[in-house]
């Protein structure tokens, strides 16, 4: 409340409550300056001089820089200050009216119980000054530098709990903005990561399958090498095909659009002729099954069934050694299944085989956050010497022309 003391940055609010304390001070000072001027009364001299130097000190607070930084150097300013008020008190019973201020002082720029020892005695003190002028004592002389005393300290504990409850709003706040920005940053690197872990996927899913087939029919052509050159001449050409068919999806895939095997048709199309390609490049037949009347169903969806369809029978390719497979898509009442089976050796579900370097690792945990991230299932049977049968099962939701997985 008073520029005098050490206190937090000002505001415009507790700027206008220091002028109006300093008014107050000075215009006290003056008023009994002059009342004893007008009145003629003894030590007209001597109060005026008292009330000069008493202003003369408290005008020098605000403008020491050690009385704004110290509260030892505040409280020294507050004992002159103090002493100048006491000397004119006893000169002038006008005087009293100055303890008023001189409470709001001593309890800004004191400790608590400082404060209020200060208080007190500046209240006894007044109350003394005015009997001894008066001649007399009463309980009415009591009553106004008491009742002046407990507003005062009403008020400055009243400002001194409002301004620590908005400094705890103002740090609570700051912790909450705080919070929001660490927030925001987790969720920006949460959606960094998943659409990271999602690229992985459509690589593997797309890409590096391609690439994996490429690899497998030109080594066979080599196998083929010198002495079936009919033979390796057809591994080339379906290598080339898919080397043309890997092309065309990198640039989708760049493109952010469909599949290439979706374009322009249905999912159990694509399928089929998924299964059709697989069984021209690779010694496999494989099969495709429908079953139940198609839906519409989101582009997701299709996309999602696509790739774990691509990467089964890619990895039934590489590591099943079958002979057969059959693809089947059902259409339920409230879901739609995709199986892939075959016939190949199998595996212990619950030990899954290394990972695979040239695939990169990620066959089944793809598949299986690929069916996650669109409320799906799926489940693995397979046993040593018995094939291995998955199952990949998706709610049928309204379709869409956008959603997450299909977007950019």
Known sequence: MNAAAPAPTPTPTTRALSWCLHLLVVGLLALAAARAVTDGRPHTG???????VCAAVYAAGPLLPGVRRSRRAASLWLAAVGAGWLALLVLSADAVWVAFPLYFLQLHLLPRRAGLAAVAATAAAAVAGFAAHQGSFGAAMVIGP??????????????????????????????LTATRADLARAEHTAGVLAERE?????????????????QLLLRAAERALPARPAVAAGHVAAARQAAVDNLAEARRFVAALTPPALDGTTLADALARLCATTSAHHRITARFRLDGHPVPLATAHEVALLRVAQSA????????????????????TDHIALGVADDGTGFDPGRPPAPDPDSGGFGLAAMRARMHALGGTLA???????????TARLPLDPPADTTPEARP
């Open 198 to 214: 999602r690229l992985a996927r459509e690589i593997h899913d797309t890409l590096a399958q391609g690439l994996s087939s490429i």
């Open 380 to 390: 693995v049977e397979s046993a040593h010497g018995q094939g291995t049968s998955l």
């Open 146 to 175: 008491a009742l002046g005393a407990a507003v005062a300290v009403a008020v400055v504990w009243g400002y001194q709990a409002l301004y620590r409850e908005s400094e705890r709003r103002r740090r609570l706040i700051e912790e």
């Open 46 to 52: 001597a109060v005026v001089a008292a009330s000069a």
């Open 313 to 332: 029978l890619a990895n039934t390719v590489r590591h099943a050694d079958a002979t057969s497979a059959e693809v089947t898509l059902g259409y339920g």
